[in-house]
């Protein structure tokens, strides 16, 4: 239906664009008055005023009628007087018609849900019509009061411009938009969470096991259900679980990203650089659930072979593998940044070093390194950020369970793997285990954010001292 | 400690220093091709399939049906008697277990492989022939070298029985390797002999697409935006303050917004290429950004004001000559980050995409899978099977990667310009 409207509207931008194009035209030659801007922009002017509206009212109209005909079919369900109904039950009642109407239904039909579908159905085509309805008069009205404009001979192209210009940074505010979007959708179910579980419970417990957890309404928790609850969201396990596997990944990628860094930078000759730094770089494209499945299948089963033969219990989602994979994966990332700080510092700065005698080895430990360290710092702080959100690795490869440990061979979990873990599946939206996981969400999202801020300050910082 | 001395030691430590470095290097070379390496030795078997060579009576009477019967009539007829009589002629079976023992060296599908054969061929009624039918997956990974026979029996789950029957098989040259179709026909299944990436293959080059339509023009627009209009102010400092950050955060923080927003208030179809591109079109927009970007600014000054000088407005400056100028290089930066939506998976799985999908789907807003999800998937199955085919679903999709870089690379050379 949207499919037909689209084209609908189209036929008539495109048709409007003719019109207004041969119109201005008409009235210039006839009144041979001097037109204000080309032709084509009148044709513009038109087009938009015919496109722009109407595809705004379509979009509004497509995101907001389902939300809208489920609270009418809630609104009717609940004033029932006969059953008092929760929203969960509600909800359900609403799925059941709605797949009904989509022909895929199974289970007891209730006279309550044929006669929902009824109603769905003559909403929908109340919703259709006035749909119709609304587009075409707006598409006649905006259309016509083009063309009133047109007939006086505007400035065409300087409208068109401006309505362009406004686009353009319509666009740019989708950025904004989605930052409002994730801290909505994240805060939202963040503050239902908390008001049934303490923030400092959740910030400071060291336990965490969300799967006894088993209310199903959160507003209405008694005290001895919290008693018993306190102890399900305690996310200090998690913290240390996601700093000590990031912890373990960074001591494998640093050493190695920062020493090919250099190396690439200050050695490699042309034909050495060209060659190696595209290969490294395909770490960076390989997808993460392939490093996952790598460390599930080959990382972890090998570290626990080798366990075995020296006698240590090596468990097979070690934090270990893990971190390891992990390391692996972010190698390039510290490699190419650090490769572009060291070559940022100036060349009057080495030579200096090289005047006085230096070898090159301590012309880069004692001169260009601490003169970029700013710059490494600060890709180092981003690697660390794509560490703590990394999640395919450790679903895969590291392990559930919520151990408070240092022991790389034992296995640990971390934020995204239980983000990932008490979102798979049906869920239901209002149960505290569902909202921990956007509370879990909301504290990654500001660990990255900070670390990515002062990584940004640290990198501009730098850029300022020597661009 | 005298001169010479002191001045080996510097050399020696120059020296090493040198070899850390191009250690390192050769470190990480090393991982690309041992990572590599594993997945091109695991995931190649993948791409044959073992069959089993099976004679066929096409007698009509097995069928059920009358003389000249139409193509309805073979569509409907009923196969189970034809297969398993057909399946016991294989070898002598005495007694139900060892029936049974031999119809399960075939994989479930016997029945409906032998019935698209007749009515793709409907010659062959009243007539014998041999088919290949697929094996099952014990008697693939068995045939193909990854099945431990060494262990005891009650650790098998091949009995000796049936390795019996396949050794003589063997011997009569009636199993065979094949190419695998349904590795890119069928969708999901819970036999790794049956399962496919064709659902995946199109539920991600759904999602694919729904991202590019709706980040790659946003995208150009936001900055041409930023990188001409934009005048100098808090609202844009904010914007790409936003746009850079946006860039670093997490992809499973993408997923959680698609849950939240896009499922949850506006009730978007769960499981659906539609949500998953919208999902990774937000993600990818502030990495396209920055490189377009970059590819507006590296048109020089001269050919905006050469523009304005003979009378052009603003926009046209930007639209006529600025922009086309730069899409070459958006063009570059765009496909890099399509490639690494490709191979997105969090977000994907907070969308609900790791439903058990066996349909293909027709369209964006059928359940679906996608091919990264599908190798998580299918890599928490136990079946040997899915080893393998987890194995070659990342091929094909490293393939893929490859390839879209390759475009990216190419158009960057073919395009770009020194001024």
């Known amino acids: 239906m949207n499919l037909i409207l689209l084209i609908v509207v189209t036929i008539f931008s495109y048709s409007s664009f003719l019109y207004g194009r041969s119109r201005i035209k008409k009235i210039t030659s006839s009144q041979s008055i001097k037109i204000n801007a080309l032709p084509n922009y009148y044709g513009y002017y038109l087009a938009l005023w015919c496109a722009l509206p109407s595809l705004i009212i379509l979009l509004i109209w497509s995101i907001f009628e389902p939300a809208i005909i489920k609270a009418l079919i809630s609104q009717s369900l609940s004033h029932n007087e006969l059953n008092n109904y929760s929203s969960d039950q509600i909800n359900l009642i609403y799925q059941k018609i709605r797949s009904l109407y989509e022909g895929n239904f199974s ?67 989708v950025a904004i938009f989605t930052t409002i979007g994730i801290i909505f959708s994240l ?83 042309v034909k050495v650089r060209k060659f190696s730094k595209p290969i490294i770089e395909i770490l960076a494209g390989i997808p993460t659930v392939v490093y996952g499945f790598f460390a599930a299948l080959t990382v972890g089963p090998f570290f626990r072979e080798m366990g075995e033969k020296l006698g240590l219990e090596v468990s097979s989602e070690s934090a270990l593998a893990a971190g390891l994979v992990m390391g692996v994966m972010i190698i390039p990332y510290v490699s190419s940044l650090s490769d572009d700080v060291i070559n940022a510092v100036p060349q009057s700065l080495r030579d200096g070093s090289y005047a006085i005698g230096a070898t090159k080895s301590e012309t880069i430990k004692r001169v260009v390194i601490p003169a970029a360290l700013p710059g490494i710092v600060g890709s180092i702080l981003l690697a660390v950020s794509r560490a703590i959100g990394e999640t395919m690795i450790v679903v895969m490869a590291a392990g559930l369970a919520a151990n408070l440990t240092i022991n790389p061979l034992e296995s640990t979990t971390t934020i995204t793997t239980q983000i990932v873990m008490l979102l798979v599946g049906d869920q239901e939206f209002d149960s505290p285990k569902t909202q921990s996981a956007f509370a879990l969400g909301l504290t990654l999202f500001f660990a990255t954010l900070i670390l990515n801020y002062i990584a940004l300050r640290f990198v501009s910082k730098y850029r300022e001292k020597y661009e | 400690m005298n001169k010479e001395k002191r001045l080996k030691k510097r050399y020696n430590a120059e020296k090493r220093f040198r070899l850390y470095g191009l250690t390192s290097v050769m470190m990480a070379i090393f991982f690309v091709i041992f990572l590599i390496n594993v997945i091109f030795s695991k995931g190649s078997s993948a791409f044959l399939k073992t069959t089993i060579d099976l004679e066929v009576n096409f007698n009509l009477e097995t069928l059920d049906l009358d003389n000249n019967p139409t193509q309805k009539n073979l569509e409907d007829a009923e196969y189970y008697d034809l297969a398993i009589d057909s399946i016991l002629n294989v070898y002598s079976v005495t007694g139900l277990k060892e029936e049974k023992a031999l119809i399960n060296l075939f994989s479930p599908d016997y029945e409906y492989e032998i019935r698209n054969f007749l009515i793709k061929n409907p010659d062959f009624i009243n007539k014998k022939t041999i088919l290949k039918l697929t094996a099952s997956d014990d008697i693939d990974q068995l045939h193909k070298g990854n099945y431990p026979r060494h262990l005891p029996e009650d650790r098998r789950r091949i009995n000796n029985f049936q390795l019996k029957i396949y050794d003589s098989l063997l011997e009569q040259n009636k199993i065979d390797k094949i190419f695998n179709a349904y590795l890119f026909k069928k969708g999901d299944s819970r036999n790794p002999e049956l399962a496919g990436i064709g659902g995946a293959l199109v539920g991600s080059f759904f999602t694919i697409v729904i991202t590019l339509l709706l980040s790659f023009p946003i995208a150009i627009f936001a900055s041409i935006y930023l990188e001409e209009f934009a005048p100098k102010n808090k609202i844009t400092d904010f914007i790409e303050i936003n746009i850079n950050n946006l860039a670093a955060v997490p992809s499973i923080v993408f997923g959680l917004l698609g849950l939240g927003i896009l499922l949850g208030t506006f009730h978007l179809p769960r499981s659906t290429p539609l949500v998953a591109g919208i999902t990774l079109a937000l993600m990818t927009l502030p990495r396209i950004i920055i490189p377009c970007r970059a590819s507006l600014k590296a048109v020089p000054p001269s050919i905006r004001e050469g523009a304005l000088a003979i009378g052009a407005s603003k926009v046209q400056s930007v639209m006529h000559h600025v922009v086309p100028l730069a899409i070459p290089g958006t063009l570059s930066g765009t496909i890099i980050g399509l490639a690494q939506a490709l191979g997105e998976t969090a977000p994907l799985i907070l969308i609900g995409m790791v439903a058990f999908v066996v349909d293909i789907p027709s369209i964006p807003t059928d359940p679906s899978a996608s091919l990264p999800v599908q190798v998580y998937l299918w890599s928490e199955q136990a079946e040997r099977g899915f080893v393998e085919k987890t194995s070659a679903t990342i091929m094909v999709l490293l393939s893929f990667l490859i390839t879209l870089n390759f475009i990216a690379v190419y158009l960057r050379q073919k395009f770009e310009r020194k001024w």
């Open chain 1, 187 to 269: 805060l939202f179910e963040s503050i239902k969470f908390f008001s049934a579980i303490n923030i400092f419970d959740f910030l400071f417990g060291t336990s965490w096991s969300p799967q006894r957890a088993f209310v199903s309404d959160a507003s209405a928790i008694t005290p001895e259900e919290y008693a018993d609850l306190k102890d399900a969201f305690g996310s200090v396990p998690l913290f240390a679980g996601t700093a000590f596997i990031a912890l373990i990944a960074m001591t494998v990628a640093v050493p190695i990203g920062l020493f090919s860094g250099i190396y690439m930078a200050e050695y490699a000759s």
């Open chain 1, 107 to 173: 289970g007891t039909l209730t006279n309550e849900i044929k006669l929902g579908v009824e109603q769905y159905k003559s909403l929908l085509s109340i919703a259709q019509s006035s749909k119709i309805v609304l587009l075409f008069s707006t598409l006649i009205l905006t259309i016509s009061y083009g063309i009133v404009r047109i007939s006086k001979n505007n400035k065409a192209r300087h409208d068109v411009e401006k309505i362009l210009t406004g686009l353009l940074f319509a666009c740019s505010l």
